[in-house]
């Protein structure tokens, strides 16, 4: 598939990937969430990536969410409002664990990052955001109900702080540092680091044997529908089907034995 409004770079086992509408604030379109939904699946499919980047051309926003502009053609709408027992939610095609895409996906937030925005952010792994970013949902200040993504949301922030960017709307915005203390990102840093920062995680995450990378990935995010009991029993699942005994991805004795003191500390 040919993508016409996002970039894909894949390199040294990362897959880079750019919204790219910067004039309309990297909005999403009903052809943008066509191509994710390829995307998250040709990824999924491709044993050479072992981890993601998704970052937004640069600009104002990382992304407004949805492009309310954008003109309404018969079959290409985001929501088919006309025929509401089919109705489904776009936002679904865009995140990549809801299209079973369970490679580690790194977000890198700039600048505006708002209400639709929030169906990438609330399914990455990783979230860092350079200190011009802002964070913020003008649903309810439009008239509109606001239930999606803030849902998403709860299971990475406090349900206070979800309701309140809910109820101020574009009243109030969360910024860098207020976003990294909720829980939105785990890191902030200088816009012109933002890009490079996000490269050498994904450097670090592709290094490590994908089958325990996107097996931790898998099992963490589905055990979030399950009781937790539940979640337990089905993890011990994944252990056995992800820690290969015969034929192990790395050298274990090796990495055991080497006792250099090799890590960063955040």
Request: charged share 20%; net charge negative.
């Amino acid at each position: 598939m040919t993508y016409q409004t996002i970039l894909v770079d894949i390199a040294d086992h990362v897959a880079t990937i750019t919204i790219n509408r910067p004039d309309a604030m990297n909005s999403f379109t009903f052809d943008m969430v066509r191509e994710f939904e390829h995307l998250w699946r040709a990824l999924g499919d491709n044993d050479d990536v072992h981890c993601c980047v998704l970052r937004a051309a640069p600009g104002r926003a990382f992304s407004t969410g949805a492009d309310v502009k954008a003109p309404r053609e018969p079959g290409r709408q985001l929501v088919d409002l006309d025929n509401i027992w089919h109705c489904e939610d776009p936002g679904r095609y865009l995140g990549p664990k809801s299209m079973n895409c369970w490679k580690p996906v790194i977000a890198a937030v700039h600048g505006m990052a708002a209400g639709g925005a929030f169906y990438w952010l609330n399914e990455c792994d990783i979230v860092i955001c350079s200190d011009d970013a802002t964070f913020f949902d003008p649903h309810v200040t439009y008239g509109m109900t606001s239930a999606l993504e803030p849902i998403g949301m709860t299971y990475k922030m406090p349900l206070q702080d979800v309701l309140r960017m809910v109820l101020l709307g574009n009243d109030e915005r969360v910024s860098a540092e207020t976003a990294r203390r909720i829980g939105i990102v785990s890191e902030v840093v200088s816009l012109d680091m933002l890009w490079p920062r996000a490269a050498e995680l994904a450097a670090i995450v592709a290094a490590k044997p994908p089958a325990a990378t996107a097996g931790s990935v898998k099992a963490i995010w589905q055990s979030l529908d399950l009781p937790r009991s539940v979640a337990l029993m089905q993890s011990l699942k994944y252990c056995q089907i992800g820690n290969p005994v015969g034929i192990p991805q790395v050298d274990r004795a090796a990495l055991m034995s080497d006792k250099a003191k090799k890590y960063t500390i955040r």
